[in-house]
């Protein structure tokens, strides 16, 4: 089974400045995909950035970037000219690309963004 | 912009007694699902649903879990009898394809059981 894990629970980053969210993650699978989700307080959880695994080529959408290094099976979220809207809780997610894994997504435990102004 | 919407937002019940919680997916879209946050764990899939049938399940989805959608708008989850363990952040989803990930989430709906 695949785990996916966050360690760190809260970071705070200061208004217009970068922060990264680190994300690892377990498999035995090749060909998967990852995500990130952000959740703001009492809204939805949306999607910010998606990685296929096959593709060596980091995600970028706006702010956001990944850096994702397969070997050490590492998925890091950039944020960049850090918003007081970025504040929300940022979910790592897994998901497998063989079989009929659908989306069933494997989450990570969370990372809250605390944006000071 | 179109939303998935839950209902009720927190619904307090007892132990044994059943529960129905409700979700409208975005409109056109065909794939829907249903994840749990038990309070300080990590978000967990239930079921996933498709064309009337259930396509996946985890294991977490016992006989006690059902899902349905009963008209061309709603799409349920029940809990025949709840159980203490059952208390959580139930979560619906909906998606256009069933394998890019990009799942539509409501805003989820608190289950309380005492």
């Known amino acids: 089974a695949q785990t996916v894990t966050q360690s760190q629970p809260e970071m705070s980053v200061q208004e217009a400045e970068t922060v990264t969210l680190s994300c690892t993650y377990d498999?035995?699978?090749?060909?998967?995909?990852l995500f990130w989700y952000k959740q703001p307080p009492s809204r939805q959880m949306i999607l910010v950035i998606r990685?296929?695994?096959?593709?060596?080529q980091n995600a970028t959408e706006n702010r956001f970037s990944v850096n994702f290094q397969k070997a050490a099976k590492s998925f890091s979220l950039k944020i960049s000219d850090s918003q007081l809207g970025d504040a929300a809780m940022y979910f790592c997610?897994?998901?497998?690309?063989?079989?009929?894994?659908?989306?069933?997504?494997?989450f990570g435990g969370g990372t809250r963004l605390m944006v000071k102004p | 912009e179109p939303e998935v919407t839950q209902t009720p937002s927190h619904q307090v019940t007892q132990m044994g007694q059943e529960v129905i919680l409700r979700c409208v997916p975005i409109?056109?879209?065909?794939?829907f699902y249903w994840y749990r946050q038990i309070l300080g764990q990590k978000v967990e899939f239930l079921v996933s649903?498709?064309?009337?049938?259930?396509?996946?399940k985890s294991e977490i989805f016992d006989d006690q879990f059902s899902v349905e959608r009963p008209d061309g708008s709603n799409f349920t989850l029940k809990i025949r009898s709840t159980k203490l363990e059952d208390s959580a952040m139930y979560f619906c989803a909906s998606s256009e394809t069933p394998n890019t990930g990009e799942l539509f989430f409501g805003e989820g709906s608190r289950l309380t059981v005492l």
């Open positions: 990685q296929e695994a096959y593709k060596q």
């Open positions: 409109s056109n879209h065909l794939y």
């Open positions: 498999t035995s699978e090749s060909d998967y995909y």
């Open positions: 997610a897994y998901r497998s690309a063989e079989g009929n894994a659908g989306n069933m997504l494997t």
């Open positions: 649903f498709y064309n009337n049938e259930i396509s996946e």
